[in-house]
C-alpha cells in the first residue's frame, strides 16, 4: 500500500512538472457556455464586470509567467498572495480576493444586501393591530468557481460553490405577505433561510461539447434570464424574481449531462434526490432511497443582428416524499432577447402540477436596460409585469381571486465597483386573498455590496 501511495504521488508531481495538469490563470469555465444564463456564474461575471481591465492585464501577465514557470510546489499559491501583498495600503478584502483569484485559478465573489420592505395595507383583513414595519431583509450569498485543471488531454475540472442565509429583523416578508392578502409573496424568501444552492465537480472533456457535474445543484440556476431569477441584481417579488410555480428544490444532490454540440445549443438532462426539498445540508444518504426528480432542458442562444438572445425550454418531474407529499410536473419556457446594445425584453411562462404551491400558472412580460446613459456598470432600470393563476387547492381562503397580479419597476444605482442601491415599487392588482380590496403596494429600498 505504501509502495502504491509512493507511485501514485510521484505520478501526480510529474504531471504537474510537465504542464500536464497546469493551471493557466482565468481559463474560461467551460461547464458555464457564455452565452446561456447561469445565475451563479452571471454573479461572479457581475461582480469582477469593474475590474475587467484589470483582470485582462493581469491574466495575461499571469498565463505568460505560468506557461514559462509551471507551478512546482503545492504551496506556490501561498507563497505569490504574500508576495503581491494584497494588504501593503491598508486591509482591502476585495484586493485580497483579487490575488487568490489570480493565484489559485478560482473567481470568487460575496454578495451582501439590506433590504427593508414597507407594505400597505398594514394589516391583513381580520386583524386587529397593524404589523410592524418596515421588514428588514439580509441576504448574504458567498460564490467560488475554482478550475482545478485545464489541459487538452485531461479536459477542464472545476468546483463550483453558492450558499445562500437569509436573516430578518423587525419582522418577516411572511407576515407582510399576510397583510397585503397576497399568494405569492414581496421578495424571493419571505422567512430565516440557510441553503447550500451549489456544490458541484464538474468535469468537461477535451473539445467543451460534454459535461458532467455531480452534486449538490438547483435547477434555480438556469431557469430564468438576466434579471427575472435573481432578487438581488433584478425584480424583488417572488413572480418576478424566480419562477413562482416551481415546485423544484432549492438544493439537492444529482448529477446531471451537459451537451454543447456548437457555442449556441445547451441540452442538458439529470436526476436529483427527491428528499432535499430546501438544499439546508449536503445528504448523500438520500440517494440510497431510491427516489429521485428528473429534469430535461434545452437552451438556443442566437446572435443576431439585434443582439444577443436566449430562448429556453425546462421541464422536470418531482417524487411524493414526506416534506413534499405531492407528484409533479412542471415546465418553464423563457426568452430573453437585446433589442439593440442597451435594451433587454424578456418574458416567461411556467406552470406545474399538484397542490405544492400556491401559483400553479405564471406569465411574465417585463424589459430593461443596463447602464443606461453609461455612468456606472451597475446602474439599471427594469420594468415588468406578472399575472399568476391561483391554485385554489392550495389557497383555501373562503373568498380567493383565480387571478393575481403584480406591477414591479426599479432602478440600480450604482457608487463605484462595490456598492448599488436600488428604490423598488411592486404594484398588486386585485390581491388573490383581500377580495375587498382592488390593490397593494409594497416600496423598497434595496442596498447591494459586492466584493
Known amino acids: 500500500m505504501a509502495s502504491f501511495h509512493s507511485s501514485l504521488l510521484t505520478a501526480l508531481c510529474t504531471l504537474c512538472t ?3 495538469l497546469t493551471m493557466p490563470a482565468y481559463g474560461l469555465d467551460p461547464n458555464h457556455p457564455k452565452h446561456h444564463y447561469h445565475k451563479y456564474s452571471e454573479r461572479l461575471k457581475r461582480s469582477n464586470a469593474e475590474d475587467s481591465a484589470f483582470y485582462l492585464s493581469s491574466a495575461s501577465e499571469s498565463s505568460e509567467d505560468l506557461r514559462q514557470e509551471p507551478r512546482r510546489h503545492i504551496l506556490t499559491p501561498v507563497r505569490n498572495v504574500l508576495k503581491d501583498d494584497p494588504c501593503d495600503e491598508g486591509l482591502s478584502i476585495s484586493k485580497l480576493l483579487h490575488s487568490i483569484e489570480k493565484e489559485t485559478n478560482s473567481q470568487i465573489s460575496v454578495d451582501f444586501t439590506i433590504l427593508p420592505q414597507w ?38 475540472g472545476s468546483i463550483d460553490f453558492s450558499y445562500t442565509l437569509i436573516r430578518y429583523w423587525n419582522n418577516s416578508a411572511q407576515n407582510a405577505n399576510n397583510a397585503i392578502g397576497i399568494a405569492g409573496e414581496i421578495n424571493d424568501y419571505s422567512s430565516r433561510t440557510n441553503t447550500l444552492s451549489l456544490l458541484t465537480f464538474s468535469q468537461t472533456f477535451p473539445g467543451e461539447m460534454l459535461t458532467v457535474s455531480f452534486g449538490q445543484y438547483s435547477l434555480y ?34 448529477a ?56 429556453s425550454a425546462l421541464i422536470y418531474s418531482t417524487r411524493n416524499v414526506p416534506q413534499q407529499p405531492v ?38 412580460l417585463g424589459l430593461a436596460s443596463a447602464n443606461p446613459i453609461n455612468r456606472n456598470p451597475k446602474d439599471l432600470l427594469g420594468a415588468a409585469c406578472s399575472m ?26 450604482g457608487f463605484g465597483p462595490h456598492l448599488s442601491l436600488s428604490p423598488d415599487l411592486q404594484v398588486y392588482i386585485h390581491p388573490a ?16 455590496f459586492f466584493v
Open 18 to 20: 510537465y504542464g500536464i
Open 221 to 254: 440556476s438556469i431557469d430564468g434570464t438576466l434579471y427575472d431569477n435573481d432578487q438581488q441584481c433584478g425584480f424583488l417579488s417572488y413572480a418576478l424574481s424566480q419562477n413562482a410555480s416551481a415546485t423544484y428544490s432549492s438544493g439537492s444532490v444529482g
Open 388 to 413: 399568476s393563476k391561483v391554485n385554489p387547492k392550495v389557497v383555501t381562503d373562503k373568498k380567493i381571486r383565480k387571478y393575481e397580479t403584480v406591477i414591479e419597476t426599479f432602478a440600480t444605482v
Open 119 to 156: 407594505f400597505y395595507p398594514k394589516k391583513s383583513a381580520l386583524a386587529t393591530s397593524e404589523e410592524k414595519q418596515p421588514t428588514w431583509q439580509f441576504y448574504v450569498s458567498p460564490n467560488i468557481s475554482w478550475q482545478l485543471y485545464n489541459s487538452p488531454t485531461a479536459g477542464v
Open 256 to 311: 446531471y449531462v451537459q451537451f454543447t454540440p456548437i457555442p449556441s445549443i445547451n441540452i442538458q438532462a439529470g436526476f436529483q434526490d427527491a428528499y432535499s426539498i430546501v438544499g439546508s445540508s449536503f445528504d448523500v444518504y438520500n440517494l440510497t432511497k431510491n427516489r429521485y426528480n428528473f429534469y430535461g432542458y434545452f437552451s438556443w442562444a442566437p446572435q443576431s443582428c439585434l443582439g444577443a438572445g436566449q430562448y
Open 327 to 364: 407528484q409533479t410536473t412542471g415546465w418553464s419556457l423563457n426568452f430573453g432577447q437585446y433589442l439593440g446594445e442597451k435594451l433587454y425584453v424578456f418574458g416567461r411562462w411556467n406552470g406545474s402540477t399538484g397542490t405544492a404551491v400556491n401559483l400553479n400558472r405564471s406569465h411574465v
Open 433 to 448: 386573498r383581500r377580495p375587498d380590496r382592488r390593490s397593494a403596494t409594497v416600496y423598497s429600498i434595496r442596498a447591494n
